[in-house]
């Protein structure tokens, strides 16, 4: 494990060059030297706490989210095109998707110059080629 913190941190090509924070569960295989070795990449490594089993089912279902409501429904060619479309579905769930747990209400709304009028037509907003739309007041 302590190799593959260093193939992570790894100055030309590592994948954890952009990430601040590394979590890890209590596993044994995350031994201090492999904590080590992510701190001396500038990544902080961080224990989830023993016995917490529920602080996953938020990154589960998030998961769950973007493979059926994406990434199922398209065939992708490559890292980057993966990556173009996850970073698409990220804007479309933060800004654009109403949730129903918070009362239909958008998570972080983007600012609007104008506030919106319900009396004026809908225009539908779509993300990649009509697969993720979003309905909102014309301005």
Known sequence: MAQMARNGVDGIDGPLLPVRFVLHDRDTKFCHSFRNV????GVQPIVLPA???????????????????CLAK???????????TIAEFVKH??????HQGKENML?????????????SALKCRERLGGLLKFYEYAA
């Open 38 to 41: 992510l701190r001396s990449g």
């Open 51 to 69: 016995r917490s089993p529920n602080l996953n089912s938020f990154a589960e279902r998030w998961v769950r989210s973007i493979k059926s409501e």
């Open 74 to 84: 398209l065939i992708l060619f490559g890292e980057a095109s993966l990556r173009r």
């Open 93 to 98: 769930y933060h800004h654009e998707r109403n």
């Open 107 to 119: 998570l972080f709304p983007a600012p609007r110059s104008r506030p919106s009028r319900p009396d």
